[in-house]
């Protein structure tokens, strides 16, 4: 791409913190202008970064593994729920590229430190924390630390350093080198998903703290100003602003569930007695407190409270949406105490609460199948439903204890160790354990849980058309016209990734405007008024990015040897008919779907490739060349 | 014919009930039921509320667990309805 003359950014901090553990060495680099431009930040950097710094093949748990931690030019200012943290990576849990979502505070005090990322490289000698204020840059000893729980880091950290300092850490989880591990925010915002937290672990890199002073300079305050009190007006009148400041994603368990998502027993997907028990009437009888993440009037995290049965006297973070169907539903387990405790349990040890499930409801399938033995699975019976092997199973999976310690490899290496056919009911797709939405009963949905580039993400093509009929509706059961819709939901979602914004925020604002095209033309003036950079104004050019990201993120997989045999889903979705109402007889018809998908992308049909016009239509020629030096670029 | 209304969220909150059984005569759509039966049980002002919220968009109604958007939807008898605050969900 073009490079442009040096010329000041609003909005970003204009330097990047490149941290190396094996040196103990904190490098600060200016932020490129041309990659503000073309990828915008949070999601767009890691995906720029990562393409231009790892080298296909690298193993993620070696010192040579990247880690992009990013936000956005948004970020820290009084935009609305743009303070994600973003958290990409080579997955150790897949192999593929990755891009995980948290939110918390972390990045904001991170962007007043004055950064627009962090890259993380090499591996410390021993276990260390690394402690930002500001420009001071310092690499800790954490071995005193080390073993301890997410919250028990946090607290030696902030008494160590500055009780206001915000966190990222791992738990024994990631210390463990669970693939499953994930970094942890202070306030259990967590990017959960891929198994960020195994990479700290193998890089001995126990948390990253910072205090920061600065402020992001904007580069017309004022416009500005007004645009962020549009938002706020849009967010008021949303029909979607109440749910969510109420029950967060506890609103939708229940209905959900009867619109034919929520998939039961490792989406065998039959009834499920007790399903009221998700009512958003029962749920919200837990919470205590509304709490949230920097600068979002949403709120939508809550926090529970037990008064009785065997965890009573748990005061924790609420179980979300997925973590009511992993360690829920799709286990048959009904005891919203017992998922609250191992939602719990999950924070603190630091795994990831959908994998976990999906994969305590897969031993109990195989167990049910009599693929696995009460005496391979350490006595327990794993029956499905039964809380107490819930709680017991998630332990042992965070701290790799017998049968846990199989479970802990993920899906796909956990089948492959236990044999039997046990890959039959390993509920993946590129290695990422699925999600709490049935293929079969939103095709654009599965479609996109089959091509996404992390795997089974629902988050990577959330389909708001298909599932909440918003801001139209459209049939979820119907393959006519998927590709297409799956195209563009995956490109706006990387769009506002890459400006650093949270999903349900998004849901927010265009259920309150009532169209996706006035949301992002709200965000092109918005981020043209923080940062001054032209080409923002521009709607067009904002949605070219979120393709541009897109792409260059599938080129990262085809240079790591993906291709279209990849793009799969489990033989349940595509031979098992859906049993209940409403998509009673459908199942997944992947091949149809994939051609419709490829064809609309624009990529090889063969290979799922995109091709050269593509990506220099993206302005993605290097990547092109570097395709077709490696013999990886359709012909 | 006979059909089966359940009521979430603050629906349920309006309504005062959880679920019911409304009878119906054959044909008739989602606004007559509305309308008509929907308002000569819990009164006609709530159940203009709630049409107007379903019209704005605010309530969505599943019947048999699919989502329907508009009043002229014709219901069999056995449908099982679903009325909700729209609301939203994922990680
Ligand atoms: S909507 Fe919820 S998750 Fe998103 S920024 Fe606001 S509080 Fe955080």
């Known amino acids: 791409m073009v490079s442009l003359p040096p010329q000041r950014l609003y909005g970003y901090t204009g330097r990047i913190l490149e941290i190396d553990l094996t040196h103990k060495k904190a490098i600060k680099i200016e932020t490129p202008r041309e990659l503000a431009r073309d990828f915008i930040g949070a999601r767009g950097f890691g995906a720029k970064i990562l393409w231009d710094r790892m080298k296909p093949g690298t193993d993620p748990l070696s010192p ?125 915002r967590t990017p959960g998903r891929g198994g960020s937290g195994a990479i700290w672990g193998a890089k001995n890199l126990k948390a990253i703290a910072v205090r920061g002073t600065k402020r992001p300079e904007l580069f017309k305050p004022d416009e500005f100003g007004e645009l962020v009190r549009e938002q706020v007006e849009v967010f008021k009148k949303s029909p979607l602003l109440d749910p969510f400041q109420r029950l967060g994603t506890n609103s939708i368990v229940y209905q959900f569930y ?38 979002c009037m949403i709120r939508c995290g809550k926090r529970w409270k037990l008064t009785k049965g065997p965890f009573a006297g748990l005061y924790h973070d609420f179980p979300e949406y997925e973590t009511h169907w992993s360690m829920g539903s799709t286990c048959g387990v009904t005891n919203l105490e017992a998922i609250a405790y191992a939602n719990m349990l999950c924070d603190k040890y630091g795994i990831d609460t959908i994998s976990a499930g999906n994969l305590v409801g897969f031993a109990m399938e195989l167990y049910e199948k009599g693929i696995i033995s009460e005496r391979e699975a350490d006595g327990l019976r794993l029956r499905w439903g039964d809380p107490d092997v819930l709680v017991e199973l998630v332990r042992k999976i965070a701290l790799r204890e017998g049968i846990g310690n199989v479970l802990a490899e993920g ?7 236990i044999g039997r056919g046990a890959e039959k009911y390993a509920m993946h797709s590129k290695g990422l354990e699925l999600p709490a939405y049935d293929p079969r009963a939103a095709k654009s949905h599965g479609l996109s849980y089959a091509t996404s580039n992390i795997g089974g993400s629902h988050m990577i093509g959330w389909n708001k058309y298909e599932i909440l009929g918003m801001p139209e509706k459209v049939d979820p059961l119907t393959v006519e016209g998927k590709g297409e819709l799956t195209k563009r939901v995956q490109d706006q979602i990387a769009a506002y990734e890459a400006a650093g914004w949270c999903a349900f925020a998004e849901l927010v604002q265009t259920a309150g405007y009532g169209s996706v095209e006035k949301t ?28 541009r990201v897109y792409n260059l993120e599938r080129a990262f997989n085809v240079r790591e040897g993906y291709t279209r045999k990849d793009d799969w889903l489990p033989e349940r979705f595509l031979r098992e008919p859906f049993p209940r109402a409403p998509a009673k007889g459908q199942i997944f018809e992947l091949d149809r779907l994939l051609d419709d998908y490829y064809t609309v992308r624009g990529w090889d049909l063969k290979t799922g490739t995109p091709t050269r016009k593509k990506l220099e239509e993206l302005g993605l020629k290097e990547v092109a060349d570097e395709l077709e030096r490696l013999g990886k670029l359709p012909a | 014919m006979r059909v089966y209304v359940e009521f979430l969220g603050y629906a349920a909150e309006k309504v005062g009930r959880r679920w019911m059984w409304l009878e119906a005569e054959t044909g008739c759509t989602l606004g007559d039921l509305f309308a008509k039966h929907l308002g000569s049980t819990i009164g006609a002002e709530l159940a203009n509320a709630l049409t107007e919220a379903f019209t704005r968009r605010e309530l969505a109604v ?24 729209i609301a939203a969900g994922g990680a």
């Open chain 1, 520 to 547: 992002m033309d709200w965000m092109a003036r918005a981020l043209y008024a923080a940062t001054g950079v032209e080409e923002f104004k521009d709607p067009k050019h904002i949605w070219l990015v979120g393709e």
């Open chain 2, 62 to 85: 599943a019947v048999n667990g699919r989502l329907v958007d508009r009043l002229e939807h014709v219901l069999e008898d056995g449908d099982r309805l679903l009325v909700f605050p």
């Open chain 1, 64 to 188: 040579e593994s990247v880690m992009v931690v990013s936000w956005s030019p948004f970020t820290g200012t009084s935009a609305q729920s743009f303070h994600k943290v973003f958290v990409m990576f080579k997955s150790p849990l897949t192999g593929a590229y990755f891009r995980s979502v948290g939110g918390g505070f972390f990045a904001a005090e991170a962007k007043f430190a004055g950064y627009d990322a962090i890259v993380i490289t090499g591996r410390a000698e021993k276990p260390t924390y690394v402690w930002i204020r500001d420009d001071e840059v310092e690499f800790r000893d954490a071995t005193h630390m080390w073993g301890a729980t997410v919250d028990g880091a946090v607290e030696m950290i902030r008494d160590e350093t500055d009780k206001e300092a915000r966190a990222l850490a791992i738990g024994p989880g990631g210390e463990r080198l669970v693939k499953i591990a994930c970094v942890v925010t202070d306030d259990y």
């Open chain 1, 411 to 417: 899906a796909v290496r956990a089948a492959e160790i």
């Open chain 1, 258 to 295: 009867t619109l034919g998502h929520h998939p039961t027993y490792n989406f065998k997907n039959i009834e499920l007695e007790n399903a009221e028990v998700w009512r958003p009437e029962v749920l919200e009888k837990y919470i205590v407190k509304h709490v949230g993440c920097f600068g």
